[in-house]
């Protein structure tokens, strides 16, 4: 045990002072601003992965809905700490609003009424004709009054604008509507096997961006909300380095208080727990309920992280925009980053995060010129016409890359580069 | 009359166009799920890929100046269904079956597919770019416009959606043949059933497993065609058209061919109703009604028909997670 | 020489090892009755025979070859059979296609084995069309049974043929057996009920604890005081 202890940790160090020697190198050939900026996000892409690590390497659950929970807690955290809108104030949208979450909550509370009505005395055929009546209602209720209340908020103020909260609430609650989210998704899903809530998940982040991009009252839509506001100085009024390398303070503690929590709760008994549950479902489903209740709360953990990560990652970016919230860059990159640092292994998830973040950044330009340098020789040797779209298609090499590194991680380095730890029983 | 003539063509006829789109896909889906007992994600591309390989297939006879009473790219695809079934099964040989020996859960493989998806998806977009492609390259589509008695308007429907309908039909009947009367189509069921007993019972494995990819690529081959004639075919099919294709596969039931049909078109039809305008057939009564008709009286928005799906999924999961004809609960 | 020859057997499910030594061996035409208390490993040493498990040591062989870790799908084709404790039918398929099912590494003409097996059980031909599935556990057994005899087995395994039958179906069953013996089908048989099955046994085995604790002809097992003692409930 102890001496496999310390070929972990030799391999710990001589992987960290191996990317460390990486970013020291980042930082000499790119100069300092450029490369704050990819520390930073690569700080962020950290924290989402390891959301997505305690999922996966902890409990085994596949999530590919990271996106979508990137983008809520990003547009949450925007609508918490964005100044206000006086024009939304001062017209009749704050009534409607309210009026809506009161009908909102109503609704809620008739459709749980109809489904939990067998304990009145209600049988099967009259349960389902309830809840059927109820979505039906909750459904004319609720649209007609959303499409009068977008209308009404456009024309009068476009739309309703931030609550001028400080940027950590927003953050926050970034967090907390992930999780929300989430725990909706999970309670539907964890019961079945995970292959449901992987296309559960993949439905949900679809479905929220396209909310988010067509939901021109509430966060603008596709017109995109700027400045967003950060926590320390931004650029705008102080200098470039100075500004970057405080919020990369920012959010290096808060990733390692993320770590240091995970790690904690790890060796707890939580930890071993989730981890009984994950090498022997069957022997740990003897315990019951629990299996899916321990599922749940680590589930909406992990999105809880990858909400606030995207938050941090979209303010640092100071532009709020559904339409770049992608499915490769924001899920299926995270999930490069996780499987091949090591899933189940926080330390992992982070070297995996920052290590193939600084590869996919620098990879564009590879891509780029390398795909220009086929055009003009294949041109310049048989004539061949490159196509005009090149630039955009030495992108989609990335796709592949990126598809391909999952596929040969899984079958030929399962455990990644740093694989978890843990007392064999 | 001319209302009742548009709601068959906007509603009706789009429904049942649709609706074989995701049953084509979701047999493919419902299969391997039930057989290989994984979710394929990688199967949207794997339409796309098909309807690629038809596409080269038809500027090859075009460029050959064939001309046949059928278009070219009908012709194209059964040739290409051969093709992207070997494909596939050459994609389940080089990163599914390494998985599945090394006994590897099957979340694992539902990830390699991902895998594999991202990689068909960044191949074809990379040798094809990403505008979309007109599959009718020797001549333009016929379009017949059948006369409706009483009303001023034609019922339309394209040669390619008659195309799409027959096929869909033949290849259901020719499967419920398969599945039903040949050896290795009950041994599929077998399988499906109980794959250690089929195992002890001396079922080639091996073999079903190349059946199923087989009828799973040709399907989506077919699938991915027939719908890129219908529309024009786009590179970015692929997540979009997976989550109707995963809500038809588990409202028909894991594992339930028919159940998948039937899902289809149950997901299809809900799809094109839903955002189908009712106001338009009120039109003609509004007088004789004591609400005033608004505008616009579609169930869902047309930006949000990605909902319906979705919202079918949650519900069947929520009630009913067998699905409507009772398949597994993996 | 035996038909089936297993000696020191050791094997198990993943790393936990369950089997600790079995030796057992049956001559052609034989009844083995292997009976033991719950979790001896009765279930598992057929699974074993039948390819399904880690086999760590020892060695199994039949009819002269060695078939230690051999698949379970080629077993079929050394003519083995096996019917497993429970899930021992296709639910969705119809009775007939289970049979079917069972005779599917046979290329020529099975229909006289199968009429030959509605023969033996004929309740199953009034629900020959029926879904396995929906039939009751009785019927279930005679399907997985019939299933089984598809191949024309030399060996057939048996595990509970009789769990959860009533004392006449469970007589019937062991007519059956009887009769498919007198055919020249040796049986390999896991039973619970240890009286009845050891008086119809040429050989039986008492496991406990992934060992055999006692070997003799079934009749001498039955009247051997420590074993009727300690394993036939007195
Ligand atoms: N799939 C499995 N994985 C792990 N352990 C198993 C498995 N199946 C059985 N075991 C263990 O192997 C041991 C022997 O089980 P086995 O099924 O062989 O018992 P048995 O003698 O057939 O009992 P019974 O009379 O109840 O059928 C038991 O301790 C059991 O817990
Ligand atoms: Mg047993």
């Not at chain 1, 085994?60 to 990003?74: K, Q, S």
């Not at chain 1, 809108?85 to 109809?114: D, M, Q, R, T, Y």
């Not at chain 2, 394929?40 to 006879?61: N, Q, R």
């Not at chain 2, 089929?198 to 719908?227: D, K, M, P, Q």
């Amino acid at each position: 045990m102890s001496e496999q202890n310390q070929y972990s940790i030799m391999r710990d160090v001589v992987l960290f002072t191996g990317l460390a020697m990486l970013v020291a190198f980042i930082f000499l050939s790119q100069g300092t601003v450029y490369s704050l900026r990819m520390m930073v996000e690569a700080g962020c892409y950290a924290i989402i992965a390891l959301g997505l690590t305690i999922q996966w390497g902890y409990a085994g659950l596949f999530n590919v809905g990271v996106m979508g929970f990137i983008a809520a807690g990003a547009a949450s955290s925007m609508l918490i700490s964005f100044p206000q809108n006086p024009e939304f104030w001062n017209s009749a949208g704050p009534a409607l609003v309210g009026i809506f979450i009161v009908k909102l909550i109503a609704c809620g509370v008739a459709l749980w009424a109809a489904s939990k009505s067998p304990r009145w005395g209600v049988g099967p055929i009259l349960r389902a004709l309830l809840i059927v009546v109820a979505i039906a209602i909750s459904y004319v209720v609720l649209s007609e009054h959303m499409d009068e209340m977008s209308k009404e908020i456009e024309q009068a103020s476009g739309w309703i604008g931030g609550l001028g909260l400080p940027v950590i609430v927003g953050w926050l609650v970034a967090g907390v509507v992930a999780g929300v989210i989430a725990w909706f998704v999970g309670k539907i899903c964890l019961g079945l096997r995970s292959d449901y809530l992987a296309i559960a998940t993949l439905g949900i982040a679809q479905i929220i961006k396209h909310f988010l991009k067509n939901a021109d009252w509430l966060t603008r839509g596709t017109l995109t909300v700027s400045p967003l506001p950060w926590p320390v100085q931004t650029p705008a009024d102080g200098e470039f380095i100075m500004a970057r390398a405080s919020y990369l303070t920012v959010v290096a503690i808060a990733m390692v208080i993320i770590y240091l929590l995970l790690q904690r709760a790890y060796h707890a008994p939580w930890g071993r727990m989730m981890r009984a549950i994950r090498d022997n479902e069957t022997a740990a489903a003897s315990m019951g309920k629990d299996v899916n209740r321990r599922r749940l709360e680590i589930f909406v953990l992990g999105c809880v992280l990858m909400g606030f990560g995207g938050a941090i990652l979209i303010h640092f970016a100071s532009i709020y925009d559904p339409s770049g919230f992608i499915d490769l860059n924001h899920t299926f990159l995270v999930w490069v980053m996780v499987i091949l640092g090591g899933s189940g292994n926080n330390r992992g998830a982070i070297f995996g995060a920052v290590f193939v973040y600084i590869v996919w950044v620098m990879s564009e330009p590879l891509a780029l010129w390398l795909f220009s340098l086929i055009g003009t020789y294949g041109q310049a040797w048989t004539g061949w016409e490159p196509p005009s779209d090149l630039a955009s298609r030495a992108l989609q090499m990335r796709v592949f890359v990126i598809g391909l590194t999952i596929t040969l991680v899984l079958r030929f380095a399962p455990q990644g580069v740093l694989p978890e730890q843990q007392a064999r029983h | 009359m001319n209302e009742i003539v548009f709601f068959i063509n906007k509603g009706i006829t789009s429904g049942l166009i649709i609706g074989s789109i995701y049953a084509l896909g979701a047999i493919g889906v419902t299969l391997i799920f039930g057989i290989l007992r994984f979710a394929h994600f990688a199967h949207g591309d794997m339409m796309t890929l098909g309807a690629f390989v038809t596409l080269i297939l038809t500027a090859a006879l075009a460029s050959l100046g064939i001309v046949l009473p059928l278009p070219l790219a009908f012709i194209a695809m059964f040739p290409a269904m051969a093709i992207t079934a070997c494909l596939a099964i050459g994609l389940d040989r080089v990163f599914y079956k390494p998985l599945r020996q090394a006994g590897a859960r099957p979340v694992v493989l539902v990830m390699a597919s991902v895998g594999v998806t991202l990689m068909l998806q960044g191949l074809i977009r990379l040798f094809a770019g990403v505008r979309s492609r007109d599959m009718f390259i020797e001549a333009p589509k016929e379009i017949f416009r059948i006369p409706f008695p009483g009303a001023s308007r034609p019922l339309i429907i394209t040669e390619p959606q008659v195309l799409l309908i027959v096929f869909t039909f033949v290849a259901v009947i020719v499967l419920h043949w398969f599945l039903t009367r040949s050896r290795l189509g009950k041994a599929m069921r077998a399988v499906s059933d109980n794959p250690e007993l089929a195992r002890i019972t001396g079922i080639n494995t091996n073999h079903v497993v190349w059946a199923t990819w087989i009828i799973g690529g040709a399907l989506a081959c077919a699938a991915g065609t027939l719908l890129s004639m219908d529309v024009t075919l786009k590179p970015d099919l692929s997540f979009n058209i997976l989550l109707p294709i995963f809500a038809a596969t588990i409202v028909g039931g894991i594992g339930q061919p028919y159940g998948a049909i039937a899902g289809g078109f149950l997901v299809g039809f809900s799809e094109t109703l839903a955002v189908f305008n009712w106001a338009i057939l009120l039109r003609p009564i509004k007088d004789h009604l004591w609400f005033e008709v608004p505008a616009n009286l579609a169930l869902v928005p047309t930006q949000y028909k990605l909902m319906v799906p979705f919202l079918i999924l949650i519900i069947v999961l929520i009630y009913r997670p067998t699905g409507i004809f009772k398949g597994r609960v993996l | 020489m035996s038909l089936l020859d297993i000696r020191e057997l050791h094997a198990g499910y993943g790393v936990m090892s369950i089997l600790k030594g079995i030796n057992m061996s049956l001559e052609a035409g034989e009844i083995g009755v292997i009976v033991g208390p719950n979790g001896a490993g009765k279930s598992t040493t057929l699974k074993a025979i039948f390819g399904m498990l880690n086999i760590t040591e020892g060695s199994i062989s039949f009819d002269g070859t060695d078939i230690t870790g051999i698949r379970s799908e080629q077993l079929a084709e050394h003519r083995i059979a096996f019917v497993p404790q429970e899930h021992n039918v296709f639910p969705t398929l119809s009775v007939h296609e289970n049979l079917e099912m069972g005779a599917y590494v046979r290329r020529d003409d099975f229909s006289s084995v199968m009429d030959h097996v509605y023969d033996i059980f004929p309740p199953l031909k009034d629900k020959r069309n029926q879904p396995a599935g929906e039939l009751s556990g009785g019927q279930r057994q005679m399907v997985a049974f019939g299933r089984a005899l598809m191949i024309e087995p030399k060996l057939i395994l048996l595990d509970e043929p009789t769990a959860g039958l009533s004392p006449m179906f469970m007589s019937q069953i062991f007519d059956r057996v009887i009769a498919i013996n007198r055919t020249g089908v040796t049986v390999a048989m896991v039973e619970q009920n240890a009286k009845q099955a050891l008086a119809i046994a040429h050989k039986g085995f008492v496991l406990a604890g992934g060992c055999n604790s006692f070997t003799d002809t079934g009749q001498n097992l039955l009247n051997n005081p420590e074993v009727a003692a300690s394993f036939l409930g007195g």
